[in-house]
């Protein structure tokens, strides 16, 4: 019955036919496939085409399922690349790089690619991609942002390092970038050494305040007034000024009045008929801002007081003499004050 099945076949063959013969580890109820070979590719072997590469030698060039180039490889079309158990992978693991059939390359044999940078595997080649950002540098003297690494300081808004040495951006090892403050008593600037902040020396007495609007005494700053040892809130009658500022005494005498005002001297009139302050006798009271000894005539101008008609002492007002009988006087006998009398 075989020799018949044969022979059968070979007629077909000699007239131009194709025949499939099945072969000997082919299984009752399989399918043969139309190259000969007996089954798909292998699942140890992803985007191996099964079909390219029968009858062909390892490392003839061939085309994958996907359109892919490979090379053969144990009968399969090795689309990715061979490892060193000589078994065709993906290719894509940096420890397993590599496409087009080729030998796989552990890219981490490679010398390092940078202080901040480790190999990758992209696209079948080992590729130098930056480390995560913030970490540590080789040595731990800075950290690593965009594959550099940066010893001063990174500043988040320009996502730049910086060299960490100004007041503005101060900072070192890699770490974010500060602003120096200044206390807004300080008369010192502020500064940064070896990445930290910190403040200059003194300046000499009398500078302007670099923070705020007065005078530097003793490393201070000085927004009232300085006394000459020591500087004083300024809004005191006996110590008044801002900014800074030498003292003044607001105080006044007579029939003026001295107050602070904001750190200002400001003078105002006493009260009118107010006793004036220290005038000793006769005396006198106060109109107008002045001390007024003589008296006041009807129109409130201080006069003399030593008229006739216009008589009086002490501030009071103005007396008319002339109506007494039978010689009117204005005199300041014997009172010392000016006053009518009517003479003989």
């Keep these: 019955m075989v020799h018949r099945g044969l022979g059968l076949a070979l007629a077909l063959l000699l007239t131009g036919c194709h025949v499939l013969l099945p072969l000997a580890s082919q299984q009752p109820g399989e399918d043969a496939r139309s190259d000969g070979s007996d089954g798909p590719a292998s699942a140890e072997c992803p985007g191996c085409a099964a079909d390219a590469c029968v009858g062909k030698p390892d490392g003839e060039q061939c085309v994958g399922a996907a359109g892919q180039p490979g090379r053969c490889h144990a009968g399969l079309c090795c689309t990715g690349c061979v490892s060193n158990s000589?078994?065709?992978?993906?290719g894509d693991p940096v420890q397993q790089c590599g496409l087009g059939g080729k030998s796989c390359i552990n890219c981490n044999t490679m010398a390092?690619?940078?202080?901040?940078?480790?190999?990758?595997?992209?696209?079948?080649?080992?590729?130098?991609?930056?480390?995560?950002?913030?970490?540590?540098?080789?040595?731990?003297?800075?950290?690593?942002?965009?594959?550099?690494c940066c010893t001063g300081c990174y500043d988040k808004v320009t996502m730049k390092c910086l060299p960490g040495t100004d007041p503005a951006a101060c900072g070192s090892g890699g770490d974010f970038c500060t602003s120096c403050p200044v206390p807004a008593d300080s008369c010192s600037s502020p500064l940064c050494s070896s990445g930290t902040c910190g403040l200059t020396s003194s300046p000499v007495d009398g500078t302007p305040c670099p923070g705020a609007p007065g005078k530097c005494y003793g490393g201070v700053c000085c927004t009232g007034c300085w006394d000459g040892t020591t500087c004083l809130l300024g809004t005191d009658i006996a110590a008044c000024g801002t900014g800074g500022e030498i003292c003044i005494n607001c105080s006044k005498t007579g029939c003026q009045v001295g107050s602070c005002q904001v750190g200002t001297c400001a003078v105002t009139p006493a009260a009118d008929g107010t006793l004036c302050p220290g005038s000793g006798p006769p005396g006198g009271t106060c109109h107008g801002g002045s001390c007024c000894t003589g008296c006041l005539d009807t129109s409130g101008k201080c006069q003399p007081g030593d008229l006739l008609t216009i008589c009086g002492d002490g501030g009071s007002a103005c007396a008319d003499c002339s109506w007494l009988p039978p010689i009117p006087i204005c005199t300041n006998i014997p009172s010392g004050l000016y006053h009518c009398v009517g003479g003989t």
Excluded: F
Aim: hydrophobic share 20%.
């Design 86 to 90: 000589n078994t065709c992978v993906d």
């Design 112 to 148: 390092r690619p940078g202080n901040c940078m480790v190999w990758g595997c992209v696209t079948g080649s080992c590729t130098s991609v930056p480390v995560p950002d913030e970490t540590l540098c080789p040595g731990g003297k800075g950290k690593c942002y965009g594959g550099i």
